[in-house]
Structure formats: structure tokens, C-alpha cells
Antibody, heavy 123, light 113 residues
Framework: EVQLVESGGGLVQPGGSLRLSCAAS????????MDWVRQAPGKGLEWVGR??????????KYAASVGGRFIISRDDPQNSLYLQMNSLKTEDTAVYYC??????????????WGQGALVTVSS | QLVLTQSPSASASLGASVKLTCTLS???????IAWHQQQPEKGPRYLMK???????TKGDGIPDRFSGSSSGAERYLTISSLQSEDEADYYC???????????FGGGTKLTVL
């Protein structure tokens, strides 16, 4: 059974940093692209960023709203995904979901989601 | 620019059927999408991948009550024999091959009466 479990959420002041982790199990983690998607309170889903697999050089891509502030990394032997969030703003307040990406031409989509981790940016 | 448009809300009675719509912006009629369900206070769950020809591939454990279809720029999610647990937000999602980015629709909140 595929499982994605996020941790590390919490309250942080504007300008601060926070690191989210995602523990993956039930599939060959190293084969897959992995993404982060967030949802602000009462709002819809917003893609945050992606890290590709080793075969694609672990390249990353970010949404314009977080580029330069957020960094996605992974540890394949530990089956773990990370989201380092720096220079946090109040508008980054959201539930952050770890998601498994799947490319089935011509669509890239998410076939498994975590339960989410709440990040609150407030003074 | 690729945009997915969904009605903000829909409602149907327990035991009835409902058809939710996701509309692709002009010039993108051939795009496939994915449907995701988000029950209250839970993370989203992948329902199915839906191609422009109406063929679809469902996720693990998704009941037969959920089906997909396509017509032109419209992508549909039909839920039959509605149950109380189907009350949820439903999001469509696609992949913009031009800018190579994920696109989400705004979501439809389904109320089961």
C-alpha cells in the first residue's frame, strides 16, 4: 500500500524558515518524480514544486510564487522527500501535501497524496 | 494560457446521479485531465485519468459508481448512486505541455442532499 506521511508543520514568524518532511512507503520511491502541492485555508489547490528522479538528474522546478525561497530535495535510500521553506510570508500559510507524480503521455498527474502538514506563518 | 474552469458548487440527492464538468480553455480540446476528490478535513485522493476520447483509468479502490467522459473541451465526472461520503470538493488537473506546468481547476463543492 502506497503511503505518504508529511511531518514538520507548525507556526513560524514571517521571515522565518521551516522544513517539511515526507516519508514514503509501499513503492519504489527512487523511480518517481515527487511534488509538493499546497492549499491555503478555504482555497483551492496550488502546485508548489517538483523534483525529478535520479534518471533525470534530480532536477527541480518551482512555482513562481515560491521560487528562490523554497527548496525541494530527496533522500532516496531513506525514501524521504523534503521541502525547505525560507523567507516565509503570511501568504504561505497553507496545508502542504506531498504527492507522487506520474507521467502518462501526454498527462503528468498525481496518483497518490499525503494527508498534509499545516504551516502557519504569523507574528 | 491553459485554464480549467469548474462550477463552484453542485448538489444532488442521495441515491441519484450527478455529472460534474471541467472545461478546458480554447485551443486545448485534446488535453487529458485527472480528477481528484477531497472529502472534508482530508487530503485529496486521485480518482481517475480521463483522456480526450473519454477513455479513463481509475485509481486503486475507486468504486464503479465513478466514471468519466469527454466531449470537445468538456471533461466530465459522473457519480451514480450518490452516497453521503461523496459530499466533497472535486478538482480537475492537467499538464500544460507548453510551459510544462501543472494546472488545477478551481474545484466544485458537491453537496449530497
Amino acid at each position: 500500500e502506497v503511503q505518504l506521511v508529511e511531518s514538520g508543520g507548525g507556526l513560524v514568524q514571517p521571515g522565518g524558515s521551516l522544513r517539511l518532511s515526507c516519508a514514503a512507503s509501499g513503492f519504489t520511491f527512487s523511480d518517481h518524480y515527487m511534488d509538493w502541492v499546497r492549499q491555503a485555508p478555504g482555497k483551492g489547490l496550488e502546485w508548489v514544486g517538483r523534483i525529478r528522479n535520479r534518471a533525470n538528474s534530480y532536477t527541480t522546478k518551482y512555482a513562481a510564487s515560491v521560487g528562490g525561497r523554497f527548496i525541494i530535495s530527496r533522500d532516496d535510500p531513506q525514501n524521504s522527500l523534503y521541502l525547505q521553506m525560507n523567507s516565509l510570508k503570511t501568504e504561505d500559510t497553507a496545508v502542504y501535501y506531498c504527492v507522487r507524480g506520474l507521467y502518462s503521455r501526454p498527462l503528468y498527474y498525481f496518483d497518490y497524496w499525503g494527508q498534509g502538514a499545516l504551516v502557519t506563518v504569523s507574528s | 494560457q491553459l485554464v480549467l474552469t469548474q462550477s463552484p458548487s453542485a448538489s444532488a440527492s442521495l441515491g441519484a446521479s450527478v455529472k460534474l464538468t471541467c472545461t478546458l480553455s480554447s485551443g486545448h480540446n485534446n488535453y487529458a485531465i485527472a480528477w481528484h476528490q477531497q472529502q472534508p478535513e482530508k487530503g485529496p485522493r486521485y480518482l481517475m485519468k480521463l483522456n480526450n476520447d473519454g477513455s479513463h483509468t481509475k485509481g486503486d479502490g475507486i468504486p464503479d459508481r465513478f466514471s468519466g467522459s469527454s466531449s470537445g473541451a468538456e471533461r466530465y465526472l459522473t457519480i451514480s448512486s450518490l452516497q453521503s461520503e461523496d459530499e466533497a470538493d472535486y478538482y480537475c488537473q492537467t499538464w500544460d505541455t507548453g510551459i510544462r506546468d501543472v494546472v488545477f481547476g478551481g474545484g466544485t463543492k458537491l453537496t449530497v442532499l
